[in-house]
C-alpha cells in the first residue's frame, strides 16, 4: 500500500487530493488548486487577435498544437469537453512549485484576484477568460462559464484516498475536540460523527430525538462509512440530471438528456452498467498482464543482487590469484603486477557499477509499478460505475504503457559476472614489459534452441546458440548422438555452424543428443542433453540416385517401370538396420508374362540382374502375381526374419532368417510391369513382434 500513495497526492500541493476534479488529459488536481493557479487571460492576447495583428509566430505556438491534439476527437478520445477552447498562446513560465503557468502581462482586475483567498467553503465565481495548466503534462485550456464546475468530480480517486487515510491512521480522534482532539469511543451511524466521551455527553446527550440514534465503536463506524451506498452522479452540463449511458464516440457518461438535445444525440451510446463491467475486465486483465512482468521484475531483482554476490566472490578470487602468480615471480614483475591488480580492478568495480545501476533503475521502475497496481486494484473495488469510467480509460493506458516498459531487453542483465580474464606466466624474462591478460579459457556450454529442433521420419535437426553474455572465442562445435538404444554418444558432426541435420537414423527409436564448443585453449562442457523420437512407421520412396538407368520413376517416386526387356533393381532411399518394418507394393501393369522380384537388398547389390540372383539381395519371385495383387514385404529385426504376403496372405512360413546388417526395400522389373509403392504402413494384425535383442549396428 505505501508504494500507492504518490498515485493519490495532487502534484500541485503534494498533499492527498482533496476534493480532485479530471481534467480533460485524465489527470488529476485538488479543486482549491486549480483555483490557485487559475491565470487570467486578457481579451486583446487571444490567439485570433495575435493572429489578426501579424505579429511573428511565438516560440510557443507548439502549445496551440497541443491544445488542438487535445480537443480533437479523432485524438485521445477526451475531445467532446464542451465549454474549452485554445487557450491563448502566452509564454508560459515555471511557478515555484514546478507548475507551468501563463502569467498575464496586465494587472489583474480586483475582482480576479479572489482565487488567492483562503478557501471558506463556499467558492467565488471564476474570472471570464480564465486559463488552466495541467502540472504533470503542462496541456492547457481556457474555462467556459460554469468555470472549474465544468470538470467532473473523480469520487473513485476520492473514495481510494479516504480509505487509504483511514487504515494508516492508528486511531479514529473525535471530530468535535477544539485542541488536541481526543480518540473517539462511539460513533453516531445517523449524524456520522465520531464522538469521545466528553464531546458525546456535551453534543450528543441521550435524551430527547438524539435518544433514538444508533452508537457504534469506532471500528464499526468506519466499516459502515466504507459500505454506504455509492453517491448517483449528476451530469456536468446537466445538473438535474443523473448519468445513466456511456457515449462510445466521446468516451464519457452522459445523461438522458444529453441524447436528446445535446451533442451526444447522434452518437454511440450504451448503458452505463456493461461499459462499467466491460471496462472493468479489461482494466483487470491489463493488470493480470502487468502483475506477471512485476512478478518477473522481482525475480529479475534477485538475481541482480545475486549476481552482486558472484561479481565480488569472483573478484576477490581473481585477485588473489593473480596475486599468487606475481608473487612466484621475479622482482622485476613486481611493477607489472600493480599494473594488472589496478585493471582488474577497474574491472570489477565497471561491473558492479553497472549491475548496480541496473538494479536502482529497475528498482524505481518496480516501485511504480507495484504502486500503480495497487491504486488500480483500489480503484477496481470502487462500485461507482460513473466515476470509475471517468478514470478507467486513462488506467487502462497507463498499465499497458507500463507494460510495455518491462517489454523485452529490459529484464536482461547489462553484464557478466564472469572475469574472462587469466594470466599467462609463460613468456621469457626478457618479455615481461609485454606482460598483459590474454584469453586462455575453454567456450561456455552451448544452448540448444528447442523451438528449432525436431525430428522428421528418420532424421533429426538440431539447432544451438552460444550464451548471450559470453565473450570468449569459438573455434567450432561437436554434435554427439546416442545410438538410438541408450549406448555411448559417438560425434556426428564437427564444424563451425550452429545448425545440423543427421539423417539415416532408426525408426521408432528415442536418441540423445548433445553438443559442445572448442577453441584452442581446449573443449567445452556438454550443453543439456536433449531427447528426440523418430518416426514410430518408416515413410520412404524409391531412390532415384540408386536407381538403374533404365529404371523410370513417377508419382512422386512412387511409381516404378522401365524401359528395357532386361530385369533392372531400384531400391528404396531409406535403409534398416533395427526394428519391425512394413510395406506394399501393388501390381499397376502385369503384361507378357513378367518376371518381377520384390524384397530387400544391401547398398551393394547388382542393379542390371534379377533381384535375389546374388548373395546380396532376398527376394520374391512367384506365387501368383498378377495385375492388382499387392505384395506386403514384412521385415522384423527382433526376430532376424523377412515375410512375404500376397493380397494379405501370408506366403509360407518364413521367407528368410538370421538377417544382420542394413538392408533396403528393392525390386526388380522390366518393361511389362508397372508397379506403385506404399510406404509408412502399420505392422498386419496377424503377426506379433518378437522381444527385442541386443542392437544392430548403427545406420
Not at 559476472?417 to 586462455?440: A, K, N, R, W, Y
Amino acid at each position: 500500500m505505501d508504494e500507492m500513495e504518490e498515485e493519490l497526492k495532487c502534484p500541485v500541493c503534494g498533499s492527498f487530493y482533496r476534493e480532485p476534479i479530471i481534467l480533460p488529459c485524465s489527470h488529476n488536481i485538488c479543486l482549491a488548486c486549480a483555483r490557485n493557479i487559475l491565470v487570467q487571460t486578457p481579451d486583446a492576447e487571444s490567439p485570433q487577435s495575435s493572429r489578426a495583428s501579424g505579429s511573428g509566430v511565438s516560440d510557443y505556438d507548439y502549445l496551440d498544437l497541443d491544445k488542438m491534439s487535445l480537443y480533437s476527437e479523432a485524438d485521445s478520445g477526451y475531445g467532446s469537453y464542451g465549454g474549452f477552447v485554445s487557450a491563448p498562446t502566452t509564454p508560459c513560465q515555471k511557478s515555484p512549485n514546478g507548475v507551468r503557468v501563463f502569467p498575464p502581462t496586465v494587472p489583474h482586475p480586483p475582482q480576479a484576484q479572489h482565487h488567492l483567498l483562503p478557501h471558506t467553503g463556499v467558492l467565488p465565481p471564476v474570472p471570464r477568460n480564465s486559463c488552466l495548466t495541467c502540472p504533470q503534462c503542462h496541456r492547457s485550456l481556457t474555462l467556459d462559464d460554469r468555470g472549474l464546475r465544468g470538470f467532473p468530480k473523480n469520487r473513485v480517486l476520492e473514495g481510494v484516498v479516504d480509505r487509504y487515510q483511514q487504515s494508516k491512521a492508528a486511531a479514529l480522534k473525535c471530530q468535535l475536540c477544539e485542541k488536541s482532539p481526543r480518540e473517539a469511543t462511539v460513533m453516531c451511524e445517523q449524524c456520522d460523527v465520531f464522538y469521545c466521551d466528553p464531546c458525546r455527553l456535551r453534543c450528543h446527550p441521550p435524551r430527547g430525538p438524539l435518544a433514538k440514534h444508533r452508537l457504534v465503536p469506532p471500528a464499526q463506524g468506519r466499516i459502515s462509512r466504507r459500505a454506504s451506498p455509492r453517491k448517483i452522479s449528476t451530469c456536468t452540463e446537466h445538473e438535474l440530471e443523473n448519468l445513466s449511458m456511456y457515449c462510445v464516440q466521446c468516451k464519457t457518461p452522459v445523461c438522458y438528456q444529453c441524447l436528446e438535445d445535446g451533442k451526444h444525440s447522434t452518437h454511440e451510446v450504451k448503458a452505463l452498467g456493461a461499459m462499467w463491467k466491460l471496462h472493468k475486465g479489461q482494466l483487470s486483465q491489463a493488470l493480470n498482464v502487468l502483475s506477471d512482468r512485476a512478478t518477473e521484475a522481482k525475480e529479475f531483482l534477485v538475481q541482480l543482487r545475486n549476481m552482486v554476490q558472484h561479481i565480488q566472490e569472483n573478484g576477490v578470487e581473481f585477485e588473489a590469484c593473480l596475486v599468487a602468480q606475481c608473487d612466484a615471480l621475479i622482482e622485476a614483475l613486481n611493477r607489472r603486477k600493480a599494473q594488472l591488480l589496478s585493471r582488474v580492478t577497474k574491472e570489477h568495480e565497471h561491473k558492479l557499477s553497472v549491475v548496480r545501476d541496473q538494479i536502482s533503475h529497475c528498482t524505481v521502475k518496480l516501485r511504480q509499478t507495484t504502486g500503480l497496481m495497487e491504486y488500480c486494484l483500489e480503484v477496481i473495488k470502487e462500485n461507482d460505475p460513473s466515476g470509475f469510467l471517468q478514470i478507467s480509460d486513462a488506467l487502462i493506458r497507463r498499465v499497458h504503457m507500463t507494460e510495455n516498459q518491462w517489454g523485452k531487453g529490459s529484464l536482461t542483465p547489462r553484464m557478466s559476472s564472469d572475469f574472462d580474464l587469466t594470466l599467462d606466466s609463460g613468456p621469457l624474462l626478457q618479455t615481461i614489459h609485454q606482460l598483459d591478460f590474454v584469453q586462455m579459457k575453454v567456450p561456455a556450454a552451448p544452448i540448444l534452441q528447442l523451438e528449432e529442433c525436431c525430428t522428421q521420419t528418420n532424421s533429426a535437426t538440431l539447432s544451438w546458440k552460444q550464451p548471450p553474455l559470453s565473450t570468449i572465442a569459438v573455434e567450432g562445435y561437436i554434435l554427439e548422438l546416442d545410438d538410438g538404444t541408450g549406448g555411448q554418444f559417438r560425434e556426428v558432426y564437427v564444424g563451425t555452424e550452429m545448425i545440423c541435420t543427421v539423417d539415416g537414423l532408426h525408426f521408432n527409436s528415442t536418441y540423445k543428443s548433445r553438443v559442445k564448443a572448442f577453441n584452442s585453449s581446449g573443449v567445452g562442457q556438454y550443453s543439456k542433453t536433449l531427447v528426440m523420437q523418430t518416426s514410430e512407421i518408416a515413410w520412404f520412396t524409391f531412390d532415384t540416385a540408386s536407381a538403374h538407368p533404365d529404371i523410370i520413376l513417377s508419382n512422386d517416386n512412387l511409381t516404378v517401370t522401365c524401359n528395357s526387356y532386361d530385369d533392372r533393381v531400384v531400391m528404396g532411399n531409406t535403409g534398416f538396420s533395427r526394428g519391425v518394418h512394413y510395406w506394399e507394393m501393388t501390381i499397376d501393369r502385369y503384361d507378357n508374362h513378367p518376371d518381377p522380384a520384390f524384397g530387400i537388398a544391401r547398398a551393394d547389390v547388382m542393379k542390371d540382374v534379377m533381384l535375389g540372383k546374388d548373395d546380396k539381395a532376398w527376394a520374391i519371385t512367384d506365387g501368383g502375381i498378377s495385375k492388382g495383387a499387392t505384395v506386403g514385404v514384412l521385415l522384423d529385426f527382433s526376430r532376424g526374419i523377412l515375410l512375404f504376403l500376397i493380397n494379405d496372405e501370408q506366403q509360407g512360413p518364413v521367407a528368410f532368417n538370421t538377417l544382420e546388417g542394413m538392408y533396403y526395400p528393392a525390386i526388380s522389373l522390366n518393361r511389362n510391369v508397372q508397379v506403385t509403392l506404399h510406404s509408412g504402413l502399420p505392422i498386419p494384425d496377424f503377426y506379433t513382434p518378437g522381444e527385442s535383442e541386443a542392437a544392430g549396428s548403427v545406420c
